[in-house]
């Protein structure tokens, strides 16, 4: 079964932020999504994980 995958919109909701401030931060290289095949963003598991982490030592 492959890993569950989410979309900018569950990672915006997830994190409470807009999903604004993530198409940011893919912008700036500062988060790299995985690309689905129409070349929309995608985060695993593990990549909200880091995600998250990286977003508390911002705050």
Same mark, same amino acid.
Request: hydrophobic share 30%; charged share 30%; aromatic share 16%.
């Given at each position: 079964? $492959?890993? +569950?995958?989410?979309? *900018? %919109? @569950? *990672?915006?909701?997830?994190? !409470? /932020?807009?999903?604004? %401030?993530?198409?940011y931060w893919i912008k700036k290289d500062w988060i790299? $999504?995985? =690309?689905?095949? =129409?070349?929309?963003p995608v985060f695993t598991e593990t990549d909200v !994980? !880091?995600? /998250? @982490?990286?977003? +508390? +030592? *911002?705050?």
């Amino acid at each position: 079964m $492959p890993p +569950k995958q989410y979309n *900018l %919109t @569950q *990672l915006a909701e997830r994190i !409470k /932020v807009h999903r604004l %401030t993530i198409y940011y931060w893919i912008k700036k290289d500062w988060i790299r $999504p995985r =690309r689905d095949y =129409r070349g929309y963003p995608v985060f695993t598991e593990t990549d909200v !994980k !880091k995600i /998250v @982490q990286w977003h +508390k +030592k *911002l705050q």
